[in-house]
T-cell receptor
Framework: AQSVTQLDSQVPVFEEAPVELRCNYS??????LFWYVQYPNQGLQLLLK??????LVKGINGFEAEFNKSQTSFHLRKPSVHISDTAEYFCAVAGGYNKLIFGAGTRLAVHP | DAGVTQSPTHLIKTRGQQVTLRCSPISGHKSVSWYQQVLGQGPQFIFQ???????GRGNFPDRFSARQFPNYSSELNVNALLLGDSALYLC??????????????FGPGTRLLVL
């Protein structure tokens, strides 16, 4: 069975500092991984996804993630955050052919 | 093009009542999925419909049901509401096949409060 663990429930960071949001997964089948962002009172928006190929995936808004099969991780990074990056971030794995299994989320709080 | 739309945006019900939530996918998307997001948790898969057929169901009781119409819009029904059904209900659509590898486009959700 597939599962996702987001290792930090909250990550505070100062503006223009780098950030890493950690995600570990468990999957017994082909691994397809996603990061979604949820701004207050909005639905989820895809940041990036890993399906195959290069283990470094670049997404929108300057985010990137690295797929590490040996460590079963898919950590999200941004070299310099902005106030507007304050949001909830969800890591997800494809659970079978038709659904996503989400982690509990990491709240990123960017302070001036 | 309009994104995924959901109605209503907010809803307050009392225990034992029934509720119907509505979703319109992005034009051309034939797959619609429903997720429940309880406060402080990640979304949990409830249903997927593709071409009006139920393709998948999560670990939810039979009080939860859904359907998809010929125009690919969808309704989620919840009967005999419990306090624990209070959550944000998210609808997502994808193209072309509904495969989990596809990008899911989420609507803003319907926030349901059960008193």
């Amino acid at each position: 069975a597939q599962s996702v663990t987001q290792l930090d429930s909250q990550v505070p960071v100062f503006e223009e500092a780098p950030v890493e949001l950690r995600c570990n997964y468990s999957s017994s089948v082909s691994v397809y991984l996603f990061w979604y962002v949820q701004y207050p009172n909005q639905g989820l928006q895809l940041l990036l996804k890993y399906l195959s190929g290069s283990t470094l995936v670049k997404g929108i808004n300057g985010f990137e993630a690295e797929f590490n099969k040996s460590q079963t991780s898919f950590h999200l990074r941004k070299p310099s955050v902005h106030i507007s990056d304050t949001a909830e971030y969800f890591c997800a794995v494809a659970g079978g052919y038709n659904k996503l299994i989400f982690g509990a989320g990491t709240r990123l709080a960017v302070h001036p | 093009d309009a994104g995924v739309t959901q109605s209503p945006t907010h809803l307050i019900k009392t225990r034992g009542q029934q509720v119907t939530l509505r979703c319109s996918p992005i034009s051309g998307h034939k797959s619609v999925s429903w997720y429940q997001q309880v406060l402080g948790q990640g979304p949990q898969f409830i249903f997927q419909y593709y071409e009006k057929e139920e393709r998948g169901r999560g670990n939810f009781p039979d009080r939860f049901s859904a359907r998809q119409f010929p125009n690919y819009s969808s309704e989620l029904n919840v009967n005999a509401l419990l306090l624990g059904d209070s959550a944000l209900y998210l609808c997502a659509s994808s193209f072309p096949t509904g495969d989990a590898k596809e990008t899911q486009y989420f609507g803003p959700g319907t926030r349901l409060l059960v008193l």
